[in-house]
Structures are given as structure tokens and as C-alpha cells.
């Protein structure tokens, strides 16, 4: 069982602690217990009708509280350290920080998550898919699709995600808030591996306000990254530079995701040296605590900018990006191809794809050599190999087998 504070308890319900606390001390909250002197109360507990007063007015209301409190434990427990600000650095401090129980594993799964320990983030999440609060159940979900594809799980990730995109199909009746992290989970699990939402989660937009904070920039780069995929860039870039720019304070994790969707618009757009502003503000953002993940999963949207940025200064990160990247795509492609009927290369190296990116745009040999830092010769042969084994004669038939 899952619990929530006197403080928590008295928001939601509309009253004050010392009423709450009188609650508990009268024995009319069932399954409330004290721990070291401090009240812990069932997430699903109801407040205690008045004894005054039992009309239907009252049981509506109560109701309607106790579909408030579900939703507020819904959101303590859906992706924690993404939905935490902290300052870069302490990533793992800030995850260890919440009392044991689902919302610390949570974070701690994350943590391992992002920084490209896939193993770890399945062991703890893992146990949490089952789990009765929706917030730690959907998170699971969510953690264990994407980390077991680099481990090659397919099945088990094809489970996860099913799960994942099928909540908002669950969709909660009457607590918008839980609708919200149900179509949050299922918009991401759909966007983030490119295929099409759930027909509920298109909506999701409608209750993004209703999301905390740092979900809410998540939610946006999702909304940023389908639009990239539908080849609005404009408003993709849009998007995601009014959600940086309307941070209060610094949510590493959603603004390493907006900067990378961000340099993604500005590469189709040919705007090299804006995207590497944005690339460099991530690597800022990501590089104190290691979370490299979200760099593995975007290389082959990136358009050569790791290659261009990342590589000459970071040689060693640049190669633990490069592992994950192929990792992470394998999976990725066994569940993407056979759902989309596209046919994303899988037989190319990584500069091969990025430099086959850019050709399928129009870039020549000698301006991609400029931008990668080699020659163009060099360029020459990445693109007549890739060719090759794509067995295509023409450059611009590599799209078909590329992100562009």
C-alpha cells in the first residue's frame, strides 16, 4: 500500500492538517498508521463524511475529493526525477532524496535509464508494473518499454509498451488528472518510437496544462518531436524553444530532450551552427551526471552534430554514446519496421547514417565534410558504402531508409 502525507491529505480534501491529524487520532481514516510520529495515510483513503451532514451533496463531494487525491498520487509517482528541478550534478543525490519506497525506485530507475545503465532501470522498475498507484504502474511501463530494447528483450519491451500506449484507452472518467498522465505515458511510448498514437492520446495537448511542471516540458518536446516527424520543423523548433525559454527553474532531463529536438529542426533546416548551440547546451546540461541516454537514442535525427561536436573534445563519451545508439536502435528497429512496414536501415554504421542524413538533404560531399571534419573523400566512401548495401543508386533514394 501506498501512503500520502497529513499535508497532502489536507489539500486535496479541503482542510486543514490539524483536522486531518484529528481524523487519524479519532481512528476514522482506515488503514492510516503513525511512523515516527508522523501520520501516513492510504493514497485511496476517503475523507470522513461529517457526521452532521450524509446527503447526496456531501457524497458527491466526497467523491469528487477522493478522485482528487488519486490524481495527485498519480502525479508523485509518474516519473519523478524527470519531473524534479535540479541543478546538473546531482542527479542521483536528488533521486536517493525521496523517502524509500515507489517514488525513490522510480527515480533511481530513471536515473539508470538515462545514464545508459538499461539493466539497473529494469530491475527496479520492473516489479513496479503491477503496481495499484497508476503513477508507478505507468511509469514502469514506460522505463521498461524503452530499456529493454537495447537488451535485446523485444517481447518483454513489446509488453511494456503495449501497456504503455494502451492506458489512455483506460482512460480514468472524471479526474482530468488522471487522464492527463495517461495520455502523457501513452503519447510518449507512440512518439518516441514513431509510430501512430492512440487515436485518445492525439488529444493529449488538451490537459498538457493540467501536467507538473517538468512533465509538462516533457510533454512538449513529445509534442515538438511528432511534429518534426511530420515535417513541420518550424513549428517543432517553435515548440520547443518557448518550452526552454518558459522554464522557471532547471529540469535537466525534459530540457536535454527539447535542446536535442531543437538541433534535429535546425539540421533539416541547414542551420548547422544554431543546432550546435542547442547541442552544446544539452551536453552542459547532460554531461555532470552521465545522462547520455537521450544522445544514443537521437543520433541518426541528429545529422552528424555528435560526430561534428561531441567527438573531438569528448572522445571517450562520444564512443559510450555510439554503443548505446547501437544498442538502442537494433531494439528500436525490430519493434518500429515490422509495426510501420518502413524499412529504417539497420545494416549501417553510425557515420554512414548520419552522413547518408544529410546527403538525403541535399548536402554535398564537401559540405558534409566540412561539417563532420573529415574529407570528402572520406564522405565519398560512407556514402558509396551505405549505397551499396542499401543497393540504391541515387542519393535521394536513401530517405526511404533514413529518418528524415
Not at 490539524?18 to 508522523?38: D, L, P
Not at 527515480?107 to 538515462?114: K, P
Request: aromatic share 8%; charged share 25%; proline share 5%.
Amino acid at each position: 500500500m501506498e501512503y500520502v502525507s497529513v499535508g497532502e491529505a489536507a489539500r486535496l480534501w479541503g482542510v486543514t492538517e490539524r483536522v486531518v491529524q484529528g481524523y487519524c487520532s479519532q481512528g476514522r481514516i482506515e488503514g492510516a498508521k503513525k511512523v515516527s510520529g508522523t501520520w501516513h495515510i492510504p493514497e485511496n483513503a476517503c475523507k470522513p463524511s461529517d457526521l452532521r451532514r450524509r446527503d447526496a451533496d456531501d457524497d458527491r463531494g466526497r467523491l469528487q475529493r477522493e478522485a482528487s487525491l488519486r490524481g495527485a498520487s498519480t502525479m508523485t509517482n509518474l516519473m519523478p526525477l524527470m519531473n524534479t528541478a535540479f541543478e546538473p550534478g546531482f542527479a542521483l543525490e536528488t533521486a536517493q532524496s525521496f523517502e524509500a519506497g515507489p517514488r525513490r525506485d522510480m527515480a533511481c530507475a530513471e536515473h539508470a535509464y538515462f545514464t545508459g545503465d538499461a539493466a539497473r532501470a529494469v530491475e527496479l522498475a520492473e516489479p513496479y508494473l503491477e503496481s495499484g498507484s497508476l503513477g508507478s504502474r505507468l511509469s514502469a511501463c514506460l522505463i521498461c518499454a524503452y530499456a529493454n530494447l537495447p537488451l535485446g528483450r523485444i517481447d518483454r519491451a513489446i509488453d511494456a509498451l503495449e501497456d504503455a500506449r494502451g492506458a489512455v484507452l483506460r482512460a480514468s472518467e472524471g479526474e482530468a488528472r488522471l487522464r492527463a498522465a495517461e495520455g502523457f505515458i501513452a503519447q510518449t511510448a507512440s512518439v518516441l518510437l514513431h509510430l501512430p498514437a492512440p487515436r485518445l492520446a492525439q488529444d493529449a495537448g488538451k490537459v498538457i496544462p493540467l501536467l507538473p511542471a517538468g512533465l509538462r516540458a516533457f510533454a512538449f518536446y513529445v509534442q515538438a518531436h511528432a511534429m518534426y516527424l511530420a515535417g513541420e520543423h518550424s513549428l517543432s523548433l517553435g515548440i520547443a524553444e518557448t518550452a526552454l525559454l518558459g522554464m522557471d527553474k532547471t529540469y535537466p532531463i525534459p530540457a536535454i530532450y527539447l535542446h536535442l529536438v531543437a538541433v534535429m529542426d535546425l539540421m533539416a533546416q541547414r542551420r548547422a551552427d544554431e543546432a550546435r548551440g542547442h547541442l552544446l547546451a544539452a551536453w552542459d546540461l547532460a554531461r555532470p551526471d552521465g545522462l547520455i541516454e537521450p544522445f544514443g537514442e537521437h543520433h541518426g535525427l541528429l545529422g552528424g552534430m555528435l560526430e561534428a561536436a561531441i567527438k573531438p573534445a569528448w572522445p571517450d563519451d562520444f564512443r559510450r554514446i555510439i554503443d548505446i545508439t547501437y544498442r538502442f536502435s537494433a531494439g528500436w528497429r525490430r519493434v518500429h519496421n515490422p509495426a510501420t512496414g518502413d524499412d529504417v536501415a539497420d545494416n549501417l554504421t553510425t557515420t554512414e547514417f548520419a552522413a547518408c542524413m544529410l546527403a538525403a538533404r541535399g548536402w554535398t560531399n564537401a559540405e558534409i565534410a566540412d561539417h563532420l571534419g573529415v574529407s570528402p573523400n572520406t564522405v565519398k566512401t560512407f556514402v558509396s558504402s551505405a549505397m551499396s548495401k542499401l543497393h540504391v543508386r541515387r542519393r535521394q533514394d536513401l530517405a526511404r531508409y533514413l529518418l528524415t
